[in-house]
């Protein structure tokens, strides 16, 4: 199991970046997939996460409705896209998959696999 994450960078507040993860090893129709980030200085938290089986989808309050967590099974790939991009979502961003399936897994001690991270910067 493997996974790539790509697409960060630097961009204004107010901007817009998309975050891929490229996927090998499985297929993203089975349990979940997720988005975490962690700032300097601070835990690891969740951003948004997916539940491959059922498309159910969560997001973090600080980006809901800014943040767009997507897949294409098809390119082995899972998406965020993120709006509105805010000086603190500064971060590396982390690419997760877990083998939790009775419910969606929101926290990263739930998520076995992970890539490495990408980091984003939002400065003027």
């Known amino acids: 199991v493997q996974l790539q994450a790509s697409g960060g960078g630097l961009v204004q507040p107010g901007g817009s970046l998309r975050l891929s993860c490229s996927v090998s090893?499985?297929?993203?129709?089975?349990?979940?997939v997720g988005w975490f980030r962690q700032a300097p200085g601070k835990e690891r938290e969740g951003v948004s996460c997916?539940?491959?089986?059922?498309?159910?989808?969560h997001y973090s309050d600080s980006v809901k409705g800014r943040f767009t967590i997507s897949r294409d099974a098809a390119k082995s790939t899972f998406y965020l896209q993120m709006e509105s991009l805010r000086p603190e979502d500064t971060a590396v961003y982390y690419c997760?998959?877990?083998?939790?399936?009775?419910?969606?897994?929101?926290?990263?001690?739930?998520?076995?696999?992970w890539g490495r991270g990408t980091l984003v910067t939002v400065s003027s």
């Open positions: 090893g499985f297929l993203l129709d089975r349990p979940a």
């Open positions: 997760a998959k877990s083998d939790i399936s009775l419910y969606i897994p929101t926290s990263p001690a739930e998520y076995e696999y």
């Open positions: 997916l539940s491959t089986w059922n498309d159910i989808t």
